[in-house]
């Protein structure tokens, strides 16, 4: 029998496996774009423009800058914001100074972040000044000695960057107040300027540090079965083999563009999600640039974004193709560019994908992976027309098993759960052996959690979920999370969290309550959960009951109350 039925089904040119050891670290990758593209764009924001020379530049500025605060090799820090230029900048300098970037979500509550850099260590953070109240709530529990604070319009031209600046902080009232400086366990926190730490960096040379294969790039994290987020170790070469094999995987589309410097990559999805993180790093590695979209949900501004230039790929979750195609202007526009739409992050809906086509004639793609896998891990065919209902082939130098609970692989056509290996795989969650043991095999897969078949033809489906996650528009919600917090608020005695399907998001959250005190009502549960919980892991719904099923030994059925 074929170990690896899906490689007679690779498109024409598609290689079989990649060379993860052509680049020493994700710092070569980067600085060979630096060096061949200087002049090339490689992101423009609000029409304002940033070239590879001047990323170049920038980054080795902020990276010098850490490096002289002291920051010992492979130190934590912590990255919080949307999609503006500065991200990319930050990023990069961070690796380039031979440290661990630690992505956070710019819309967690303080119980989160709190959790996030404590969990890291983070010891630096960057953020947009947007969400500098969060982090003033939670500084003094955390190891964070130096914030940097950057402004909306810091990179977006002298003009033009302090007009939106203003705007954000004065007219949008985007900017909650907060106070300076910042106090820690240490004593005062040194609070920069971005723009300060540039001038400053721009006089000191960036130090070569030694990064290896081994060498943690990012701690990215993702949801906890425990009830608390952990972090993926993704090293250096994980994350240069995800950019390798996505590279390969979407040539047959994009080498009929020719230049790969014309093209245009649109980032809407957030740029902390390891989807849009990876992309990101495919298109510095092609040399194209990226249209940054900081805020996707804005889908007017966003169409308007769209119109003015040609655009060739277009990563989306299924949420985010809808909402495009419920708006009348977006119909409008110019697909001829178009050659890779790319869905992740959720289950791709059959009725999205036959619209998609109707609408824009570029297939809808869709793939599957996770924070642990550098992102896509299976995708289908860049060369498929039509929607398979399954999250495609493995990719290049990727082996997925359907194994039993005993880590023994199934036949082909039998359900299990979906088992994977290959260079883009994590090393482990950082700090947390108990769960590394229990997630990798002994022949070396890492056991996702998912339920699956494949097909003769190597094609997955997956058929349901053995944890009790549930996707939120491509965001990972882990009830235990959601239940250890809701039962501390007053008035309730326990509760259980389920997903429940719904046509705009996949899936919402429902929170069933037994409450203690007559008097708690929903709005107050609501605004409970408002106070902890980032928009998309607060319930939709709320249900009181007087008890919860369990079984004998008093654990929470969720199965039953999904079927009823």
Known sequence: MNSKPWLKNYPAGVPHDIDVDQYPSLVELLEESFRKHPSSPVAVCMEEWMTYGQLDELSTAVGAWLQAQGLAPGARVALMMPNVPQFLVTMAAILRAGYTCVNVNPLYTPRELAHQLRDSGAEAIVILENFASTLEEVIAQTQIKY???????????????????????????????????????????????????????????????????????????????????????????????????????????????????????????????????????????????????????????????????????????????????????????????????????????????????????????????????????????????????????????????????????????????????????????????????????????????????????????IVDRKKDMIIVSGFNVFPNELENVISLCPGVVECAVIGIPDSKTGEAIKAFIVKDDPTLTEDQVTGYCHDNFTAYKRPKYIEFRDELPKTNVGKILRRELRSK
């Open 147 to 461: 914030v940097v604070l950057a402004s909306m319009g810091d990179l977006l031209g002298f003009w033009y960057g302090r007009w939106i600046t203003f705007a954000v902080r004065h007219l949008a009232k985007m900017v909650p107040a907060f106070r300076m400086p910042l106090s820690g366990p240490q004593g005062d926190i040194q609070v920069t300027p971005f723009k300060q730490v540039l001038a400053a960096g721009a006089g000191k040379a960036l130090k070569r540090v030694a990064c290896q294969h081994d060498t943690t790039a990012f701690l990215q994290y993702t949801g906890g079965t425990t009830g608390l987020s952990k972090g993926a170790v993704l090293t250096h070469r994980n994350i240069i083999a995800a950019i390798l094999q996505a590279e390969a995987w979407f040539n047959p589309a994009t080498k009929r563009l020719g230049d790969p410097r014309k093209l245009n990559n649109i980032a809407a999805l957030p740029l902390y999600h390891i989807f849009a993180l990876t992309l990101s790093l495919l298109s510095i590695r092609s040399g194209s640039f990226m249209t940054l979209i900081p805020n996707p949900r804005d889908i007017p501004k966003f169409v308007e974004t769209l119109k003015r230039r040609p655009f060739h790929l277009l990563p989306a979750v299924n949420t985010l193709f809808n909402s495009l195609l419920q708006n009348p202007q977006f119909r409008s526009l110019d697909f001829s560019n178009l050659v890779v739409s790319q869905a992740g992050g959720m289950a791709a809906s059959e009725g999205t994908a036959k619209q998609w086509l109707q609408v824009t004639h570029c297939p809808m793609i869709e793939g599957w992976g996770m924070s642990e896998t550098c992102a896509i891990g299976t995708n289908n065919p860049v060369t498929n027309r039509n929607f398979t209902g399954t999250i495609g082939l493995p990719l290049p130098s990727i082996e997925v098993a359907i194994k039993d609970d005993d880590g023994n692989s199934l036949p082909i056509g039998e359900s299990g759960e979906i088992c994977i290996r290959g260079p883009n795989v994590m090393t482990g969650y950082y700090n947390q052996p108990a769960e590394n043991a229990k997630t990798f095999t002994p022949d070396g897969y890492m056991r996702t959690g998912d339920i699956g078949i494949m097909d003769a033809e190597g094609y997955t489906k």
